[in-house]
């Protein structure tokens, strides 16, 4: 069972590229969300899902996008990358059917991404 | 004013001392309450989950809730260099209100030996 598994790992980007960071759970949650890390920031809510075919924003949703086309998916997307946007990046799933929707959140490892 | 209020720390302890790890938060609604452990470039991971006020032990960690003064603490007992981390508290209303945890910034925790 590997849980949240976040594809990459690490990256570069130069400033203006664009790329897709891949979150896949094996826990059949309906709810899948994107965090932000910053030092001295704590995590941010970027995007969330509440379920195949829904994304809703969160607390900093500018410059991303994501999809959820399948349950176990959750795509996040920089359009142009920005300096701004150097951070490591969490995804997290909640919620099987049967549970309270406030049951805690698992965590991925993170991808580190650097844009010059 | 955030929600949730953590200071960040660094806490620096000898191995073997009580910890205390406390988050304040103003919104009374929250009912659910978490605390969760990140190591060095790692992802958070749930370490204690309580619902509603009082204490709940596991092992060496208790998590205790005071609603009444919005104060929710972690203690861990005869601590380890192995539980050097960040300490993440979290929490969140009951299903019909947002389902969203809000999360404190974290606070470093190290255990020298």
């Known amino acids: 069972n590997a849980g949240v598994t976040q594809t990459p790992k690490f990256r570069v980007l130069k400033t203006g590229q664009s790329m897709t960071l891949l979150c896949a759970q094996d826990m059949n949650h309906e709810y899948m969300y994107w965090y932000r890390q910053d030092p001295g920031m704590g995590l941010r809510l970027i995007h969330y899902s509440v379920g195949e075919g829904t994304t809703a924003k969160g607390e900093v949703p500018d410059g991303y996008n994501v999809s959820r086309l399948k349950k176990q998916n959750f795509l996040l997307g920089l359009e142009s990358a920005a300096p701004s946007q150097t951070s490591v990046y969490f995804c997290?799933?909640?919620?099987?059917?049967?549970?309270?929707?406030?049951?805690?959140?698992?965590f991925g490892d993170g991808t580190r991404l650097s844009i010059l | 004013q955030k929600e949730v209020e953590q200071d960040p720390g660094p806490l620096s302890v000898p191995e073997g001392a009580i910890v205390s790890l406390n988050c304040t938060y103003s919104?009374?609604?929250?009912?659910?309450f978490m605390w969760y452990r990140q190591y060095s470039r790692k992802g958070p991971e749930l370490l204690m989950y309580t619902y509603s006020s009082g204490n709940k032990e596991d092992g060496r960690f208790t998590a205790q809730v005071d609603k009444s003064s919005k104060y929710i603490s972690l203690f861990i007992r005869d601590s380890q260099p192995s539980d050097s981390a960040t300490y993440l508290c979290?929490?969140?209303?009951?299903?019909?209100?947002?389902?969203?945890?809000?999360f404190g910034r974290g606070t470093s925790l190290i255990v020298h030996p």
């Open positions: 997290a799933s909640s919620y099987s059917r049967g549970e309270s929707p406030s049951q805690p959140q698992h």
């Open positions: 979290a929490m969140s209303v009951p299903s019909g209100g947002s389902y969203i945890p809000t």
């Open positions: 919104n009374s609604a929250f009912q659910y």
